[in-house]
């Protein structure tokens, strides 16, 4: 097999998926017919198993994931009671979005204590060629993610992460120059991947898995 190695790219465009195409190869030529994420710990230490996790992607809509996490939070019904805690996490492409969310979740929601964590995980893209009996590829990203507690509780102030409860009303551009600093070393360092040539038939092992 021949591996293709680049390095140095920095992974500040909304499209992935062009972001870290080799630049020797056409992707006009390709077809993408897989697609999968590493399933790696959770980096927030102590979460219960029945916390109301928010799953952030590229494509979603704000206004769905805010709507049904408010109304999970701020449930009235007697016979649902209402959340205590969300979380909210996101990978590559979706990481603005999630920071987004969290910023328009706790100006509904005051008095929101909060930890952050980010990391990297490793996606795996599987792509074929449109033209017949050529090989395809397979290519390893690593994408910048992040998970954001929100906790009407009080949270361990000790933690990597933590932030208090906001008590004054914060402006529109402090806010977005804050979303600014915090997302700054989820884009670094530089992301690398690994592209290699791939048969029909490990392709036709590989089941499509989109998130």
Aim: proline share 8%; glycine share 8%.
């Amino acid at each position: 097999m021949r591996f293709l190695h680049n390095t140095g790219m920095e992974a500040r465009s909304a499209s992935f998926r062009s972001l870290f195409w080799p630049s020797n190869l056409g992707q006009s030529n390709f077809k993408l017919i897989s697609r999968s994420e590493e399933s790696g710990p959770c980096p927030i230490p102590g979460l219960a198993e029945e916390i109301l996790h928010m799953w952030v992607k590229e494509g979603s809509k704000i206004h769905n994931l805010l709507r049904f996490a408010t109304a999970r939070m701020e449930a009235e019904d007697a016979n649902k009671a209402s959340q205590r805690q969300v979380v909210f996490s996101g990978s590559g492409g979706g990481v603005t979005k999630t920071i987004t969310c969290v910023e328009l979740m706790k100006r509904r929601i005051g008095g929101l204590h909060q930890v952050s964590k980010l990391h990297y995980k490793t996606v795996t893209e599987i792509w074929e060629r449109t033209q017949q009996g050529a090989p395809g590829l397979s290519v390893k990203k690593t994408v910048p993610a992040i998970w954001i507690l929100l906790s009407k509780d009080p949270l361990d102030a000790q933690e990597p992460g933590y932030q208090p409860p906001q008590t004054l009303r914060v402006p529109a551009e402090d806010g977005e120059r804050g979303l600014r600093m915090l997302l700054q070393p989820a884009l670094g360092p530089p992301a690398k991947f690994t592209a290699k040539k791939a048969c029909p038939d490990y392709w036709s092992a590989c089941s499509p898995h989109s998130r």
